[in-house]
């Protein structure tokens, strides 16, 4: 079973997605999973599924699926670079930050040191995936 919490926050940690209106999830204008009153979980493409049928992978899998159906294709392809990188193989990103890590700085077209120029300590600790260890290790390698 999948609470419709669980939804706004897989739909949310995607990127340039927002909450356009109570439980309507859209990237760039476009709309890519909405939950009804009744618990239905809508998406692009995608037949509506009931969230007491479906456990949190499903439905973390079924939001991104409808995510990927409307994404730009520039966005949808930093994700799936993102989704593969590795850490200490992007550019000069400290392995020591970890894939999760890495993978919310690539997720965000950061590839290198250089890019976090003007990110704020505050910002960068907000992104899923950036946890306090990773943070201290991109200031001190900065």
Known sequence: MTTPAQIRK??????DA????????????????????????QTPG????????VNGMES???????????APDELAERLRTADKAVAGQ????PRAIGTPAT???VERGITCLADLQGVAVDELA?????GPRAVRILGESR
């Not at 439980?23 to 618990?39: I, L, Q, S």
């Not at 973390?60 to 409307?70: H, K, P």
């Not at 907000?126 to 950036?130: K, P, T």
Request: charge should be negative; hydrophobic fraction near 55%; aromatic fraction near 10%.
């Open 18 to 41: 927002v909450e356009v209106e109570t439980w309507v999830f859209a990237v760039r204008g476009a709309p890519f999973a909405t939950v009804t009153p009744e618990k239905i979980l």
């Open 60 to 70: 973390n899998a079924l939001v991104r699926q409808g995510w990927f159906a409307v």
């Open 10 to 15: 897989a739909a949310l940690a995607l990127p």
């Open 126 to 130: 907000s992104w899923h995936g950036v």
């Open 103 to 105: 993978r919310a700085l």
């Open 46 to 53: 995608g037949e509506d599924i009931a969230l007491d049928d």
């Open 90 to 93: 992007v550019g000069d990103l």
